[in-house]
Nanobody
Framework: QVQLVESGGGLVQPGGSLRLSCAASGRMSIIYFMGWYRQALGKERELVARITSAGTTNYADSVKGRFTISRDSAKKTAYLQMSSLRPDDTAVYYC?????????WGQGTQVTVSS
């Protein structure tokens, strides 16, 4: 079992920045993915970014060049640095961890981009 605790959401003006954190606890696989999905009101959940245990990263086209995912393996924590935020980034962001067939989710954190 893996537990995930997210932090860092909030309200920010367009063009601003936020950093999300996702701290994992429990037994983690040697090979795994961590990252974030997001779900805006009335829309389907979409993958935002993910990072593998080897450090490989993937991003949605809509966030490339603006968001950066990283991890601190010793702290079992992933980070999503979000810059140049736009109103269409407004959503609930859900951290996830996937090791083998099991997938775990954080509680979600609201990110609102508005003036």
């Amino acid at each position: 079992q893996v537990q995930l605790v997210e932090s860092g959401g909030g309200l920010v003006q367009p063009g601003g920045s936020l950093r999300l954190s996702c701290a994992a606890s429990g037994r983690m696989s040697i090979i795994y993915f961590m990252g974030w999905y997001r779900q805006a009101l009335g829309k389907e959940r979409e993958l935002v970014a993910r990072i593998t245990s080897a450090g490989t990263t993937n991003y949605a086209d809509s966030v490339k060049g603006r968001f950066t995912i990283s991890r601190d393996s010793a702290k079992k924590t992933a980070y999503l640095q979000m810059s140049s935020l736009r109103p269409d980034d407004t959503a609930v962001y859900y951290c996830f961890y996937q090791g083998g067939p099991a997938m775990y989710w954080g509680q979600g954190t609201q990110v609102t981009v508005s003036s």
